[in-house]
């Protein structure tokens, strides 16, 4: 038997129904748009819109830059990103490109921040001489200038130049008194000019915390 045009148009409704489609608008959402459309342009003309830039400049994350850095607790080498504002580091966290630590950070990572702000953090070099009882705070000019200095004569009076290898005096250039000890901190970049400048200085003792 015929189906009726009736018979005919419910069939297309009651399929429509069953698979709406992804695009449709319904009424009511319609009616959001528009009021929402509306509310907006009337609060546009409500608001002073330089007065409310100005306002966000003291937001919690205005003029803050960051930088990425490494977490120096062990060898591990995990990554960091620290929050500055002004020259005060405001906050660190873990850094989620970091092909180490993928943003994780263990407990003493996470308490880095504490270790920075902390009140018995040393903020300049100290100095103790030989046979004194008590440390002095010094310059960091000038602890770079004793260091540099301390170097320099070492490595003189232990110069050896050359070294006996069967019948034959073979130049070698170390000396032996001297030792590097790189940071895990350190990035890959930081290691190799630490490299060329012990070589340069002479010494072959040159060992990494990663590897103790």
Same mark, same amino acid.
């Given at each position: 038997?015929? @189906? ?8 297309? @409704? @009651? ?12 009424? =009511?959402? +319609? $009616?959001? $748009? ?11 003309? +409500?608001?002073?819109?330089?007065? *409310?830039? #100005?306002?966000?400049?003291?937001? !919690?994350?205005? &003029? ?9 607790? /062990? ?9 500055? =504002?002004?020259? !005060?580091?405001?906050? *660190? ?18 308490? *880095?921040?504490?270790?920075? #702000? ?9 100095? =103790? ?9 010094? @310059?960091? !000019?000038?602890? #770079? ?10 490595? &003189? ?16 250039? =170390? ?12 990035? &890959?970049?930081? /290691? ?7 070589? $340069? +200085? ?11």
């Amino acid at each position: 038997m015929d @189906e009726s045009p009736k018979d005919r148009l419910d069939g297309c @409704e @009651e399929h429509s129904e069953a698979r709406p489609s992804s695009s449709s608008v319904s009424r =009511r959402e +319609l $009616l959001k $748009l528009t009021l929402s459309g509306a509310a907006g342009l009337a609060l546009d003309g +409500l608001v002073d819109v330089p007065v *409310m830039r #100005a306002a966000t400049q003291e937001l !919690k994350l205005s &003029n803050v830059g960051e930088f990425t850095t490494s977490c120096n607790f /062990c060898s591990c080498g995990c990554g960091m990103i620290a929050s500055v =504002r002004g020259g !005060k580091l405001i906050s *660190m966290e873990g850094d989620y490109d970091h092909i180490v630590s993928r943003g994780s950070l263990c407990v003493k990572g996470i308490s *880095m921040f504490a270790t920075h #702000a902390s009140p018995k953090r040393l903020t300049k070099p100290l100095y =103790r001489a030989p046979g004194s009882d008590h440390w002095e705070e010094m @310059e960091w !000019k000038d602890a #770079a200038e004793k260091v540099a200095r301390k170097i320099h004569k070492i490595r &003189n009076e232990t110069w050896v130049a050359t070294q006996k290898l069967g019948d034959k005096d073979v130049p070698v250039n =170390r000396t032996d008194a001297i030792a590097f000890l790189g940071g895990a901190q350190n990035t &890959n970049e930081e /290691c190799y000019i630490f490299q060329k400048a012990s070589r $340069l +200085l002479g010494i072959p003792w040159v060992e990494h915390q990663a590897r103790l």
